[in-house]
C-alpha cells in the first residue's frame, strides 16, 4: 500500500479552514476593523442564529464548555453535598465542575456498544440528596433522554445535558418529533473547542435553555453577577466569547449539517470495512438519536491495542484512546465509594476502545488506507 500524500490527522482543521478561507478571513479582518472584541455585533448575531439553528429559546456564549457547565450548575443554586449524577465514561470536565463547586459526583456506568449513560444505573443512584442528573451526549449521539427526562421528573431532579460533542444531533422521540441535543433538558451546554463538530479557531462555548428566569439568571453569572452596569447580586464568573470566534463560528454553523453528512459518510466507510469481523466491534447508532459522529470509536476484540496503534503510526495513521482510564480511578477523583470492578462496561471499555481519524475532510482513498491497515494489523 502506497503511502497518501497529504498527512492523515485525527481532525484536519487545515484542509477544512481552506474551503472557507476567504469568507473566514474576511469575517475576522472585519472584526479588526470594528475593533468591538467581546460581545459586539458578531456575538449577538451567532447567537440568535443557533438559536434559530438549535429551536432554543434562549442561546448564551460563553468562554469554554467547561464554563458552561460550571455556570450552569451555578445558575441552578446547586449547594454543596448536593449529589450529582454522570456518567463515568466521559471527558473529565463533566465531573470536575461538579466537583469544584463542592457537589457530588455520583458516576454510573454506561451502556456497552453506544456508549451512552445507562438510565437504569441512574436510577438506582438516586437518593434524596439527588439534585441533577447530566447526562452526556459522547462521541456525537444523544443519551436516551426521553427516559432521563422520565426519571427527573419523577424525581424533581433538573437536567444538564453536556452536549459538547453532539452539537447538531437529533433525539427522536418515541412519537416521532425530534429536538436538538442540548435543548430538551433544564440546560444545555457545549463547547467550540476547535476540534469539536463545531470548533472555532480558540475557545468558546454556550449554554442552552428555554426557560426565560434561568436565561436572564444565566447572563448574569457569566458577566460578573453583573444585573446592571456595576451592580452585583451575586457571584459570577468571567465568561465571555470572544467576537473573532463569533464571526468564525457564524460561517461554520451555515456549514455544520454538511459537517456531519461528511461525518457519516466517513464513518459508513468504516463500519461496511468492520462489518462482522470477530475483532472489531463498530459503534451502535442508538434508535432514537442520530449520530454526528464526533469520533468514531472501536472496540477491539483480542486485538493488542499498543501494537496495533504503533503500527498505524508506522504507517502515519493516528487513532487515539478516549478514554484510557474510567473517572472513578483517576487520581483526583478517588473516593471511597467505589473501587476498580464498580463500573465493568467503562472499565472494559477504557482497556478495549480506539478512535480512528474523523473529521469532514476525509476521501475514499485515505479511508481505504486506514481501514486495509486496520484489517491487515487484525487479520
Ligand atoms: C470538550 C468537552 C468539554 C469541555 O469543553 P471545553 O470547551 O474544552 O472546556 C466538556 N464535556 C465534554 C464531554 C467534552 O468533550
Do not use: W
Amino acid at each position: 500500500m502506497d503511502k497518501i500524500s497529504r498527512k492523515i490527522q485525527m481532525v484536519d482543521l487545515k484542509s477544512q479552514y481552506e474551503k472557507i478561507k476567504t469568507e473566514v478571513d474576511s469575517a475576522i479582518q472585519n472584526v479588526l476593523n470594528n475593533t468591538a472584541f467581546i460581545n459586539g455585533p458578531e456575538v449577538k448575531a451567532f447567537q440568535t442564529e443557533l438559536e434559530h439553528y438549535l429551536g432554543a429559546k434562549h442561546v448564551i456564549p460563553c468562554a469554554n464548555g467547561t464554563d458552561a457547565l460550571q455556570i450552569a450548575m451555578m445558575a441552578l443554586d446547586l449547594k454543596p453535598g448536593d449529589e450529582v449524577i454522570t456518567a463515568d465514561f466521559t471527558y473529565v470536565a463533566t465531573a470536575e465542575v461538579i466537583a469544584l463547586l463542592g457537589l457530588k459526583p455520583v458516576l454510573v456506568d454506561v451502556i456497552p456498544n453506544t456508549f451512552e449513560i445507562d438510565t437504569a444505573a441512574i436510577e438506582k443512584a438516586i437518593t434524596p440528596k439527588t439534585k441533577a442528573i447530566v447526562p452526556v451526549h459522547l462521541f456525537g449521539q444523544c443519551a436516551d433522554m426521553e427516559a432521563i427526562m422520565a426519571l427527573a421528573k419523577k424525581h424533581n431532579l433538573y437536567v444538564i445535558e453536556d452536549t459538547a460533542q453532539a452539537i447538531g444531533a437529533e433525539y427522536i422521540f418515541s412519537d416521532g418529533t425530534k429536538k436538538k441535543a442540548g435543548t430538551i433538558g433544564t440546560i444545555g451546554c457545549t463547547s467550540f473547542f476547535p476540534s469539536k463538530n463545531l470548533g472555532c479557531y480558540g475557545d468558546g462555548g454556550a449554554i442552552f435553555t428555554n426557560d426565560d428566569t434561568l436565561a436572564t439568571k444565566i447572563r448574569i453569572i457569566a458577566n460578573h453577577g453583573q444585573s446592571a452596569q456595576y451592580i452585583h447580586d451575586s457571584i459570577g464568573v468571567n465568561s465571555r466569547l470572544d467576537s473573532i470566534q463569533a464571526a468564525i463560528l457564524r460561517i461554520k454553523l451555515r456549514d455544520l449539517d454538511h459537517y456531519a453528512a461528511a461525518r457519516n459518510k466517513a464513518a459508513t466507510y468504516y463500519d461496511k470495512a468492520f462489518a462482522n469481523h470477530p475483532k472489531l466491534i463498530t459503534p451502535a447508532r442508538a434508535k432514537f438519536s442520530n449520530h454526528v459522529f464526533h469520533q468514531y470509536t472501536l472496540q477491539l476484540n483480542g486485538v493488542d491495542r499498543t501494537a496495533l496503534r504503533d503500527f498505524l503510526a508506522s504507517k502515519d495513521i493516528p487513532a487515539m484512546i478516549y478514554y484510557p482510564i474510567p473517572l472513578h480511578l483517576q487520581k483526583a477523583y478517588l473516593d471511597s465509594r467505589y473501587k476498580a470492578g464498580d463500573f465493568p462496561v467503562t472499565e472494559k471499555l477504557c482497556a478495549s476502545v480506539m478512535s480512528l481519524p474523523m473529521h469532514t475532510e476525509l476521501d475514499e482513498e485515505t479511508l481505504k488506507y486506514i481501514t486495509d491497515s486496520v484489517l491487515d494489523f487484525c487479520k
